[in-house]
């Protein structure tokens, strides 16, 4: 049951950092990452396009780990496998993760745009 609750608190605590991760990108204000209500909020209110994002990332992860097997059966790529791990996955998770900022922030132009015109 412990391991359950701690797996429970992870999951929800790593949706609410990327919501605050996007936040941050589009205000600029690193306090923006310590609320977590609201960040919570902006994730439920952008769940589609986290959860594409979640399906990326998962095929992302599957991609980067079947590179590195393969580069682990051969003697020399054994040694480009921590090279090529951290650069294909920390650089395009951060690319997906603007991507998904720039999503939430048209989608939030596009709210204010029409809350104004009605």
């Known amino acids: 049951m412990t391991i359950l609750v701690y797996l429970t608190w992870g999951v929800i605590s790593f949706l609410v950092f990327q919501s605050g991760m996007i936040r941050y990108a589009l205000s600029g204000d690193w306090k923006t990452l310590l ?61 997906e993760l603007g991507l998904l900022a720039r999503k939430v922030n048209n989608a939030k132009a596009a709210s204010e745009i029409a809350s104004t015109a009605a």
């Open 35 to 95: 609320n977590a209500p609201v960040n919570f909020l902006l994730f439920v209110r952008h769940a589609h396009y986290f959860l594409k994002f979640y399906i990326y990332w998962v095929l992302l992860s599957l991609g980067i780990f079947l590179a590195d097997s393969v580069l682990a059966f051969t003697g020399i790529g054994l040694l480009l496998v921590p090279a090529f791990t951290v650069c294909a996955y920390y650089i395009t998770t951060a690319h």
